[in-house]
């Protein structure tokens, strides 16, 4: 099952938030997260989302080795909306959300679910679903930073599409796939727009490229 639209204002957004707290997995406005759903209390997250408001907030542990079942979490997260659900053979679900917006946990929920919920703030990041001004990203910079990580099957082609892509679907998209560490995801989720988004984008992908030439050196 298909939603074709998010559609969701920021007087929509609810304050009781279920969360899905996931090492590494960072989701940004208009973003797309695809998951697979497998453990009972998300599964029971996901119906009842389904059932009510189809969002789930997005937020990472502070740990990132942790396996402590209800860990500390980071006070930023993503809510999404489930855009896309299907049902596996083996009871597992496949879902796809759709970045919202950003918000602010301002406290932990006790609550009888066996998924966690937060009093989710989302109100200092309304600008995430406000139309960005346009050019505020140093295209140049970050093409440069990107040929040295990206392989493209047809290069000519696929930079195209790049060049297309609207600024904030540009940086989003590319903040969530490259390779970073949880918390360079996380300073990439805080950072306050998006033009500061792609110049601290642009920073983690020039320190990648030098990490990369020390290591060819040193061998």
Excluded at 13 to 22: G, K, N, R, T, V
Excluded at 135 to 152: P, S, T, W
Excluded at 155 to 160: E, F, I, L, V
């Amino acid at each position: 099952m298909t939603d074709t639209g998010a559609n969701t204002g920021l007087e929509e957004l609810p304050s009781a938030l279920p969360i899905f707290p996931l090492t590494g997995a960072l989701l940004l406005t208009n973003g797309h997260l695809p998951l697979n759903i497998f453990e009972p209390r998300y599964l029971a997250m996901v119906q009842d989302a389904m059932a009510t408001h189809r969002l789930i907030g997005m937020v990472q542990p502070r740990d990132p080795e942790t396996n402590h079942m209800t860990p500390e979490i980071y006070q930023i997260g993503c809510a999404g909306k489930i855009c896309e659900y299907g049902e596996m053979p083996n009871g597992m679900l496949r879902i796809t959300l759709e970045g919202i917006c950003r918000f602010e946990v301002i406290e932990e929920l006790n609550v009888a679910t066996p998924y966690r919920q937060v009093m989710a703030e989302y109100r200092k990041f309304k600008h995430d679903m406000e139309p960005v001004q346009r050019n505020c990203v140093d295209r140049l910079a970050l093409h440069e930073a990107l040929h040295h990580f990206l392989e493209f099957e047809d290069g000519a082609s696929d930079w195209q599409t790049l060049d297309h892509m609207e600024d904030d679907s540009l940086v989003n998209s590319l903040s969530m796939i490259c390779p970073f560490s949880p918390v360079e995801k996380q300073a990439l989720l805080e950072a306050t727009d998006i033009a500061a988004r792609a110049n601290l984008l642009i920073c983690l992908l020039q320190m990648m490229l030098q990490q990369v030439e020390t290591h060819r050196t040193v061998q």
